[in-house]
């Protein structure tokens, strides 16, 4: 079997949609190494290292290399049926343009629809984008995975799909996070960012759906001394954090780190106290089980697919309860045997979400769609 994926996201984004879009790869290439796989993408970088059995087709005239996106949505389909493409996968959203003309099945993972639900959290133009080609998608398609029953279950409502044209296929992660590093390991990254020996851990794109300023107005609140590092890209919402920084004099705990390479978060969270993740909404939240695999006990809120993704191995809180964030950070500070019981919990949670699972999960869902063509 042949399967193609849309790969922009592959080698141009280090985060969510990246991370699920590599990992996916490399499970299905390690489990299921005698099918093949092509990797359709608009421009390379140094961000990804395919497997060796994995082809990865790029623009090649000059017109297509200029014009990036038009090779992406429009081009591709074409394309598939001279490489004898036999199931493709858009991995983040999108499906090319003319694909239900091919006659190949097409598979469209959906990871959320936050900029419907939140709308205020988008510009209207980038609103308008998704949503037109998101929809269109996801009614071209033969089949949708979505990420949680949270996402399928948005799709039903904003899109009107009907519920049997999806399934549910929910994130592995990556098991170098079960690796422990040593102790010299760490201390060098710790030397590097000047991280403290006791800290929290925020990780993710800092924005506002993220809720970053519930944990620094948490930690004013309870008055507390211990650092705190916020992991992620940039956005412009880091101006609202810096000024309640300045403005409740928390400069002196507040680490913010950008761009850390795979090794470094792996240490991070290995040194971190605990990782709290308190988003207004997530179409899965991989920090969650990342940071439960690296043993670090995890806060997150009670809302979307959070609990799908935490299960028992998480402390809950309400995102937009500054007091019960405090309380719960407090807690797992503090309670040496509840830490223990839910690091412990955490760790049998992020074994329900194996890479094994998710890749036969996937592999027979691509059998059925060619079966049935």
Known sequence: MIIGFEAKRVFQNCSGLGNYSRNTINLLTRYYPESKYKLFAPRLTNLYIPPDTVEVITPVNYFSRYFRSYWRLHLTSKILVSNNVDIFH???HVLPYGIEKTGIPSVV???DLIFLRYPEFYKKLDRKMYETIYRSSCLRSTIII???NQTKADIVHYFGIEPSKIEVIYQSFNRRFYDRLD??????IRLKYNLPEKFILSVGTIERRKNQLSILKAIALEKMDIPIVILGKATEYMEELSQFIVESDLHKQVIFLHNTTFDELQAIYQMA???IYPSFFEGFGLPVLEAQASGCPVITS???SLPEAGGDGALYVNPENIKE?????????SDENFKTDLIQKGTVNAELFSEQYVADNLMNLYVKLLDAK
């Open 302 to 304: 009670n809302v979307s």
């Open 90 to 92: 858009g991995l983040s």
């Open 109 to 111: 993972t959906v990871h």
């Open 325 to 333: 964030i405090g309380y719960s950070i407090r807690k797992i500070l």
């Open 273 to 275: 106290n605990l990782m």
């Open 183 to 188: 102790n010299e390991q760490k201390a060098a």
């Open 146 to 148: 979505a990420i949680s």
